[in-house]
């Protein structure tokens, strides 16, 4: 009981110091882009989404062209992921046509389509989404149960988590004569995958306009957090520590220090039932959102998932997304609505 309380110490003086600290002072810009021909029967058109991702990143870097657009994000020695959003099967994983826009971008700029990596903790579905990868060119990677996590790479939080297979730290019951005690598969140690810890240097975050039904919205910080740790399960419970230690966990180095772009897909836009599939709660909202900062590319997610959501009859669910707010307040970016300027960038 006294580590404990020792781990709650430290945490919640972690918590005080981040929560100190100012909030951005300059407004953050989002910049998007429509186009009711990107998506058409959950089918999307090549050429049309490459152009829709090629403006917004030549609008958000201010570079006259590609190359020296994806110049200015990261460096000839940058190790670079692409950390996409798996969970939805054929219909709601990141679209393959947007990676594959950003990844020629890239190529453009003089990276090699093999050193690429992109990742999901889980590529279940990804295949049905279109991603082949002999045919891809760039590493299609999950993360590997156990092994595919850092055993230095850490982070503590006073919530207990049930172990499971797959966990670092999880200790399997095979051959012991007496039964694991109701302990000793528990931790409040998370372990950052070998992926985000050692393996990249910057990363391109292109999560999908999601609801979650544990964290609210499954936007730009969930998908940086929840999916890159183990021990995941006591942060989406809808929790106030959960709510907190998504802000918490993605202010680690290890996540704010890498991550250069934030696209989110919202091509296809579901706002019932998410990460998964869910086709009844969804729509082509045919839109792609682009900025530095995560938390407010969420603020806009969340409020239009907020208004399908009502229409819908469906129950409020800023609640369970309070960590975006609490992100704000650490440091990551504006969530007040006045502070965020959205820039069309049109067709």
């Known amino acids: 009981m006294t ?10 003086c972690a918590i005080g110091s981040v929560l100190a600290q100012a909030p951005p002072a300059e407004k953050s810009v989002i910049y998007t882009t429509r ?3 990107a998506i058409v029967s959950y089918k999307t058109n090549r050429r049309v989404v490459r152009a829709m991702v090629d403006r917004l990143i030549l609008a ?3 570079q006259p062209d590609l190359a020296k657009a994806w110049d200015s994000l990261i460096s000839p020695n940058d190790k670079i992921g692409i950390k996409i959003s798996a969970a939805g099967g054929e219909l709601f994983t990141t679209h393959h046509d947007v990676v594959n826009a950003i990844v020629d971008g890239l190529v453009a700029a003089g ?8 990742w999901d903790r889980s590529l279940q579905g990804s295949k049905e989404a279109g991603y082949k990868k002999a045919a891809d060119g760039f590493e299609l990677k999950s993360i590997a149960p156990r092994d595919g996590y850092d055993p230095k790479a850490t982070f503590t939080a006073p919530l207990l988590g049930k172990l499971v297979w797959g966990d670092v730290d999880y200790i399997s019951d095979t051959g012991k004569s007496e039964p694991l005690s109701d302990t000793e598969n528990t931790s409040s140690v998370s372990h950052f995958s070998r992926i985000i810890s050692s393996e990249v240097t910057k990363i391109i975050n292109v999560p999908v306009m999601s609801n979650s039904t544990t964290n609210g919205i499954a936007g730009c910080l969930y998908n940086m957090t929840i999916p890159n740790i183990d021990n995941w399960r006591r942060f989406a419970q809808g929790t106030g520590f959960g709510a907190e230690s998504i802000a ?7 996540i704010s220090q890498k991550v250069v772009l934030n696209l989110m897909d919202g091509l296809a836009a579901q706002y019932g039932g998410g990460p998964q599939s869910q086709p009844n709660f969804a729509l082509h909202h045919a839109t792609l959102y682009v900025s530095k900062d995560p938390v407010a590319i969420d603020t806009i997610a969340l409020k ?3 208004e399908w959501r009502s229409k819908s ?3 409020p669910i800023g609640r369970l997304a309070s960590y975006v707010q609490t992100a704000t307040t650490v440091g990551l970016g504006n969530s007040d609505v006045s ?3 959205v820039k069309d960038v049109g067709r």
């Open 313 to 315: 009859n469906f129950p």
């Open 35 to 37: 186009d009711p021909e």
């Open 60 to 62: 958000v870097t201010g």
């Open 339 to 341: 502070r965020i300027e």
């Open 304 to 306: 239009r998932l907020e």
């Open 248 to 254: 918490i966990i993605y202010s680690d180095p290890t």
């Open 111 to 118: 990276h090699p389509r093999s050193s690429i990596i992109v």
């Open 3 to 12: 580590n404990f309380r020792n781990v709650a110490l430290v945490y919640f």
